[in-house]
């Protein structure tokens, strides 16, 4: 008589089927059907052409190196990398916000919302125009991101919140921040219904907030050397 599988063994290998399908099945589809609508932007005069050009060729970059379930190393890293090399011969700020946007959109990230979320928070920094409840000394561009997409393994809770801060004004948020510097850092996105715990998507811009051409060639002239960090 030959062996039967038991139902427990059945059923245990059917679901374990299911969720590998699942799984891989929503990185093929990622990465045939990719949303483009994100991809629209414009950076002030850094056209869309040239943004596409610029995701076109991070696109086909070589993948990142996988990493065991739970790395020590922060998500970010990778990222951060990338955006420190593209960004090293401009001190342009909407080359810096397109080339940012075009690194996070090969990596897979999907922009959320820039923090104050209003038509131009550059100028609302250092125009003192914010309440005391949202005065801030840093632009916040928000991503998401599946962290499958960046070479680690989470079956369950892939996502991460990317976070990156533009320092407009000397700023603290872990130690002191220059003016005209890039901070990355990232924490766990719990699900909920309607977007990200503490974190929604922008109700009027897909793209990430550019300031107005005047404001960037005042505040060049006194800004110091462009830098990034990671967290």
Not at 22 to 31: D, I, T
Not at 72 to 100: K, N
Not at 172 to 195: C, L, M, V, Y
Not at 196 to 203: A, F, R
Request: glycine share 6%.
């Amino acid at each position: 008589m030959g062996y039967r599988p038991s139902k427990f063994t059945i059923w245990f290998g059917s679901a374990l089927l299911l969720f590998c399908g699942l799984y891989f099945g929503e990185r093929v589809y990622k990465r045939i059907f990719p949303d483009t609508k994100q991809d629209q932007c414009t950076f002030g005069p850094v056209s869309n052409e040239k943004y596409r050009a610029l995701l076109a060729t991070l696109r086909k970059a070589p993948p990142p190196k996988w990493e065991p379930l739970g790395a020590a190393q922060p998500i970010e890293d990778h990222i951060v990398s990338q955006f420190r090399g593209l960004t090293a011969g401009t001190s342009d700020i909407f080359e810096r916000i397109a080339i940012l946007h075009a690194v996070m959109r090969a990596n897979g990230a999907r922009f959320l919302r820039t923090k104050p979320d209003i038509p131009d928070p550059f100028d609302a920094i250092t125009a003192g125009k914010l309440d005391r409840r949202s005065r801030t000394s840093f632009v916040t561009f928000i991503y998401v991101i599946d962290r499958n997409d960046l070479g680690y393994f989470y079956p369950i809770w892939p996502e991460v919140l990317l976070y990156v801060n533009f320092s407009v004004t000397e700023s603290r948020p872990f130690g002191r921040e220059p003016p005209n510097s890039f901070t990355f850092f990232s924490r766990n996105a719990g699900n909920i219904q309607d977007g990200y715990v503490g974190e929604t998507p922008s109700t009027h811009s897909r793209c990430p907030a550019v300031p107005a051409i005047e404001w960037w060639q005042n505040y060049e002239k006194d800004a110091p050397k462009p830098s990034v960090r990671g967290s």
